[in-house]
């Protein structure tokens, strides 16, 4: 059974950071991708950056340079770091595993105030 648990969320002023955590276990792939989305109000849900069970990052144009990937798969735990926040960054955050199937966490909020 996979399970993905997201943490991390707050509320944070603009220029500041925040580091979010996806604890995903269960996949038995020998490969398999973990990727950040996020979601704001009356938009889409949209793709921040992946990473596979290698390390090998990869990150949206729109968060490129601000926004960074990794996983400790010691702890079985992918992160997002983000630095130079910015309002319109405010939306849920939400950590998929793609293993066989889609398994998407419930989400965590991080709101940035101006």
């Known amino acids: 059974q996979v399970q993905v648990v997201e943490s991390g969320g707050t509320t944070v002023q603009a220029g500041g950071s925040l580091r979010l955590s996806c604890a995903a276990s269960?996949?038995?792939?020998?490969?398999?991708?973990v990727s950040w989305h996020r979601q704001a109000p009356g938009k889409e849900r949209d793709v921040l950056a992946s990473?596979?069970?290698?390390?090998?990052?990869w990150s949206a144009d729109s968060v490129k340079g601000r926004f960074t990937i990794s996983r400790d798969n010691a702890k079985n735990t992918v992160y997002l770091q983000m630095n130079s926040l910015k309002p319109e960054d405010t939306a849920i955050y939400y950590c998929?595993?793609?293993?066989?199937?889609?398994?998407w966490g419930q989400g965590t909020q991080v709101t940035v105030s101006s």
């Open positions: 998929k595993v793609a293993c066989g199937t889609d398994y």
């Open positions: 269960g996949c038995t792939y020998n490969n398999y991708l």
């Open positions: 990473i596979d069970l290698y390390g090998t990052p």
